[in-house]
Every structure is written in structure tokens, then in C-alpha cells.
């Protein structure tokens, strides 16, 4: 696709400084910048690329502008990065989304499948599911017994959705995750571990994006909960009967044992590990490669494992890089005080 400024500009209110009419055939980072792309600017320590890169058009946000002339055309905006998620967002509407079933797909009788939907080859849906309007699946997905799909959700190749499952509208599911796998739930007895049956489900609400390689486990009894807005990122582990709130990001590799319950507006980093039957509250910030395991007041923000107080963390870690100092300074103290009561 072709673009002029005065085009892009026009999608995301912005003011021109240069050729309005500066034509754009692609998109370039800002520090590989090609003649003919466009890029972005929105943070202070880019802005010298303002007067090196070869990009033809740059959106940037007014408070980085130092002078009125650049030899790029500029697109000026109160903030330059959430504009051009804007112009990312169009340009992903216009590709289009694809319609029908392909060949090779399983779709039992019972099956219904909303208006406008795509079923990917080899995909198995199975019966009694319900896929909502405009939702695309794509190729080698499995649809188990009885799961519902909301409207406009995009299931990526490969991904896995068990029997029972929910899943709301305008969710993303990449490739490879599971949904609704057995919880971790086995008795300890004289003959060995006997697995507890996992008889619930997972309710995923609307606005839900999970990224590739997830487990997300179906509850013993009732339901694994993931609320709305929440953005879950790879290779993420969340156990049976957890019940995460609404609006929160959760960094790859992260872990959270069963039955935890998580509030609102947390942003949990990589490899936090959380234990089970805890609460965390609202607006919490863990670090990444934190161990949680006790339950988090609102707006705490943790590091460490066991993870404490952020600003605990920090001023205890610098004790513990000056250890070996620190003993070594105590043992001469001592030996002072030793040779002083000799005497």
C-alpha cells in the first residue's frame, strides 16, 4: 500500500512540517531508517535521529521539536508511539480478515459457527461448540466438547481449547496454548500419587490477548479465571482455580500456583514465581525472578525471593555486595578488641 503525510497525518490528526505529499511504501525502525519508509519518534534519546535518518516521513511528538526545519516531512502529535499504534491498527484492519471454512476441517453437526467466521485447514471443532461472529481460527487448532467463542477472536495455529471452555470477545490466543488442560491436582496415598479428576472449566472475558506457549488449567471444581483486559505474554504457567482480575500484564515465564487470587492493574515481571492460596491486591508491581509467597497489599511494589519491599531490596542489596567487606572489617574490630583486652 501507498501513502502520502497528508493521508497519514489525516488518520492520526497530526500537523505536517515538510511535503505533504511525501509518499510512503513501508515502514522502518527509526534507527535503520530507508527512503520511502515511515518511522516514529516519541522518546527524548531518538530525537537526534530527526536530523540523520533517511526516512522519508516521521511521526513525532511536539515536545521533542527543536527548530522548524528538518530534511525529513514530519507528522507532529501530542505522542508520537501511541499514534503510530493507531496507524498500526489501521493498516492490520485494512489487510482484511478472512471468511469460510477450508478444506481438510472437522466441524461436528452440532457445531455453530457465527457469521462471517474463518475455520483454518485441519482444525477440529467439536460438538456442541459455538464460535462467535468474525472470530478466525486458523490451521491446526483444536475446538474441544462444548467450548464458546466470542465475537472478533483471533485463535492462532496449533493452539489447544478443552472441553467447556469459555472465551469472551475480541481475545487473542497464539499458537500453542493450552486452555483448559488438567489442573496439578493428585493425593498422596501408601501406593503413590492418585490424580484428582479436574472437573471445571477456564473463563477467559472479553479483550484477553495470551501469547504462544502458555497452560492455562482447568479448575478442580468450578473455574480458572482470567478477567478482562489482561495480557498474558509466553511461556506462562497459571494453575487451576487462579483467578486473575482485570488489566493485568503478566511478563513471560511467569508462574502461578493454584488457587491464587489476583487483584486488578498488577504488572507481574519475567519469571516471577507466585505461590498458590495467597491474594494479591491492586496496582501491585513484582519485579522479574521475584518469589511471592505470602499474600501483597495494594500498590506494593516487591523484588527478590522471597520477595520484599522494592526499596527494602535495594538497600539490602547494596549491603550484600559489600559483604565480604563489611565480615572482613568486623573480624579486625574484633581482633582489636581482643588484642586491647590482652593488654
Known amino acids: 500500500m501507498e501513502f502520502t503525510a497528508s493521508q497519514i497525518a489525516s488518520f492520526i490528526d497530526g500537523k ?11 515502514v522502518s525502525p527509526i534507527e535503520n531508517g530507508e527512503t520511502g519508509h515511515l518511522s516514529f519518534i516519541a ?15 516521521i511521526i513525532v511528538s511536539e515536545k521533542l521539536l527543536a527548530k522548524n526545519n528538518y530534511t525529513s516531512t514530519l507528522i507532529v502529535v501530542k505522542d508520537a508511539y501511541l499514534s503510530f499504534q493507531v496507524l498500526m491498527n489501521l493498516y492490520q484492519e485494512m489487510k482484511g480478515r478472512k471468511e469460510g471454512i477450508e478444506d481438510g476441517s472437522s466441524i461436528h453437526d ?75 491436582g493428585f493425593q498422596p496415598t501408601a501406593d503413590g500419587f492418585k490424580k484428582i479428576p479436574q472437573l ?10 495470551i501469547g504462544s506457549n502458555c497452560s ?33 500484564v503478566i511478563a513471560a515465564q511467569a508462574g502461578i500456583a493454584g488457587s491464587t487470587i489476583i ?22 508491581k513484582i ?20 520477595a520484599i519491599s522494592y526499596n527494602d531490596y535495594l538497600r539490602s542489596y547494596v549491603h550484600f ?9 568486623i573480624n579486625n574490630l574484633e581482633n582489636t578488641s581482643k588484642d586491647n583486652t590482652n593488654e
Open 200 to 209: 471445571g472449566n477456564v473463563i477467559i472475558e472479553d479483550d484477553v490477548e
Open 287 to 306: 519485579q522479574a525472578q521475584s518469589g511471592v509467597n505470602s499474600s501483597v497489599n495494594d500498590k506494593e511494589t516487591l523484588y527478590g525471593s522471597p
Open 43 to 57: 522518546q527524548d534519546r531518538f530525537s537526534h535521529y530527526l536530523d540523520t535518518s533517511k526516512c522519508s516521513v
Open 110 to 184: 452440532t457445531a455453530v459457527i457465527g457469521e462471517k467466521a474463518y475455520i483454518g485447514a485441519f482444525t477440529y471443532v467439536s460438538e456442541k461448540a459455538k464460535i462467535g461472529d468474525g472470530s478466525q481460527i486458523y490451521p491446526h487448532v483444536y475446538i474441544g466438547k462444548g467450548v464458546k467463542i466470542g465475537k472478533n477472536c483471533k485463535i492462532d495455529s496449533g493452539a489447544r481449547i478443552y472441553d467447556y471452555c469459555i472465551i469472551g470477545d475480541n481475545c487473542v490466543i497464539h499458537s500453542n496454548t493450552v486452555v483448559g488442560g488438567d489442573g496439578f
Open 216 to 248: 492455562i488449567d482447568r479448575a478442580t471444581i468450578g473455574s480458572t479465571i482470567i478477567g478482562k483486559g489482561t495480557k498474558i505474554d509466553n511461556l506462562i504457567q497459571i494453575a487451576h482455580n487462579v483467578k486473575i482480575g482485570q488489566n493485568n
Open 16 to 26: 505536517i512540517i515538510g511535503d505533504e505529499n511525501a509518499l510512503i511504501t513501508g
Open 321 to 329: 555486595r559489600n559483604f565480604p567487606e563489611i565480615v572482613s572489617r
Open 263 to 284: 487483584g486488578d492493574w498488577n504488572q507481574i515481571g519475567g519469571q516471577v514465581g507466585i505461590v498458590g492460596h495467597i491474594k494479591i491486591g491492586n496496582q501491585v
